[in-house]
């Protein structure tokens, strides 16, 4: 679903399915290093996984997890020089699950910082500038309908085109799609869905 809609955005796609929380971790070590970066405009991270509180689980049914934390830190200029100074957008339907008792996620200091060497930077970025995230949380037990799909994520794709379209900016996007969300379970409280919304961009992100 998401993936039609950004390559209609002008998007590159890579797409990974199921994947174990050490896959994940790898794939996102990965993605910050890549080369690929030097060329993009932005970029932007889709996740759906079951998750505590604090740690995305993947396909794991407990932890240890990835700390939400770290999965920023990845992606900020210290870390992914590249991205420095562009857009870094963040998707992520979490599908609550307990916390386990005694399990330590993935956390900041987990992580090397050794990213592609940049030899001209124009400006001093800020670590955690330019950073935008949208997550959203319901319970897993939604996972046991096998006709589940993300109302979240159904939303998002229609408003991201819908937003084009309106050329609205991407924070207007993510508050009228809230009102969305809103309405939803209004409608259905028996599958409520939480959106939190954090974002440090300098600047008004059109789409």
């Known amino acids: 679903m998401l993936q039609h809609t950004f390559r209609r955005l002008h998007f590159m796609v890579i797409l990974y399915k199921w994947l174990s929380v050490g896959d994940t971790l790898t794939i996102l070590r990965e993605?910050?290093?890549?080369?690929?970066?030097?060329?993009?405009?932005?970029?932007?991270?889709c996740i759906l996984s079951r998750a505590t509180h604090k740690d995305l689980l993947a396909t794991e049914s407990q932890g240890p997890g990835i700390h939400?934390?770290?999965i920023r830190q990845l992606f900020t200029?210290?870390?992914?020089?590249?991205?420095?100074?562009?857009?870094?957008?963040?998707?992520?339907?979490?599908?609550?699950?307990p916390e386990s008792n005694g399990c330590q996620g993935f956390r900041d200091e987990d992580l090397e910082?050794?990213?592609?060497?940049?030899?001209?930077?124009?400006e001093t970025v800020p670590t955690d500038a330019d950073?935008?995230?949208?997550l959203?949380?319901?319970?897993?037990?939604?996972?046991?309908?096998?006709?589940h799909q993300s109302v979240y994520m159904q939303y998002l794709n229609a408003a991201l085109l819908k937003g084009q379209k309106r050329r609205m900016h991407l924070?207007?996007?993510?508050?009228?799609?809230?009102?969305?969300?809103?309405?939803?379970n209004q409608k259905h409280p028996q599958e409520m869905y939480h959106v939190s919304l954090r974002h440090t961009l300098r600047k008004n992100l059109f789409i």
């Open 171 to 184: 924070v207007d996007i993510l508050t009228e799609l809230n009102g969305v969300i809103y309405d939803h």
């Open 113 to 122: 910082t050794d990213g592609p060497t940049v030899r001209h930077r124009m």
């Open 68 to 70: 939400f934390d770290t």
């Open 31 to 45: 993605m910050s290093r890549s080369g690929m970066h030097q060329k993009a405009d932005a970029f932007i991270c």
């Open 131 to 134: 950073v935008f995230w949208s």
């Open 77 to 97: 200029s210290e870390t992914c020089p590249l991205l420095a100074g562009k857009p870094k957008l963040f998707f992520i339907q979490s599908y609550s699950v």
């Open 136 to 147: 959203c949380r319901t319970e897993a037990r939604q996972l046991e309908n096998s006709k």
